[in-house]
């Protein structure tokens, strides 16, 4: 039987938190952890809504799975999320080690790759996947705010 | 006349919350923000109480502070805190904007200067205020959770 739960199974789930905040004018990131193939934390990016910078889509999806799992370490946990994460999501990670990050479009200025934050050793990454739903979705969002 | 208002003055205020934390059996680091010479957050680490990665002394302050401001941005404030902030915690400083950052004692293992996140061109950042201190409670917090 062919396995329905893939990375595009569930980076639809990060997209669809995505298009919640566009609808609601934050830069739109959306983000699921997932455990055995549970959806265990879903959310989006509300740094406007809140006035906090720290309102990333990752970050409260991490703080999510860590009071569902009665724990604060992601172990086996999947973090799916549109955009590539910042330093600030990256540093989060690194402490909660979790096991996969799989994120879909590159963030080539403010992204942690670029901007030099490390991930755990434990943690193996995953990209591109459905890079160009999450980049579409970013560039109409930037346009629609220009005009 | 003197001014009372020093770095020092400051630093002794995130002390106090530092040894809050220590009390709690928490890794002890507190910080602060001031604007006008005036603190606007206070905060020490809670990772364990809540079982949650994010909950570091800084980012705590960080939406404590942006709270009482009405706004995401921590321009003209200044956050003292007891230990060079780790990568996640420089990732959020940098989003805020935050003027100017005094840290205590060195993490030469997971502070960003040696993980490698970066802050933003606006922030200036002086070190080593108290360092002793901080690091002196550091090390009876680990020696006693040795025994």
């Given amino acids: 039987m062919e396995n329905i739960?893939?990375?595009?199974?569930?980076?639809k789930k990060a997209l669809q938190e995505a298009e919640m905040a566009f609808e609601k004018g934050e830069i739109p990131v959306g983000a699921v952890i997932v455990v055995n193939n549970?959806?265990?934390a879903r959310s989006h990016n509300l740094t406007e809504m809140l006035n906090d910078v720290t309102a990333h889509a990752e970050m409260q999806s991490i703080t999510a799975a860590a009071n569902y799992l009665g724990g604060k370490y992601l172990k086996d946990c999947t973090l799916?999320?549109?955009l590539e994460p910042c330093q600030m999501c990256a540093g989060?990670?690194?402490w909660s080690q979790i096991s996969k990050i799989v994120f879909g479009a590159r963030d080539e200025q403010r992204g942690f790759l670029s901007m030099g934050a490390k991930l755990h050793p434990k943690t193996t990454v995953v990209s591109g996947?459905?890079?160009n739903?999450?980049?579409d979705l970013m560039k109409r969002f930037f346009v629609s705010?220009?005009?």
């Avoid at 739960?5 to 569930?10: P, R």
């Fill in 5 to 11: 739960f893939t990375d595009e199974y569930f980076m």
């Fill in 38 to 40: 549970i959806i265990i």
């Fill in 80 to 82: 799916y999320v549109t």
């Fill in 92 to 94: 989060a990670l690194y």
């Fill in 129 to 131: 996947v459905m890079a």
């Fill in 133 to 135: 739903e999450a980049a």
């Fill in 145 to 147: 705010r220009r005009k």
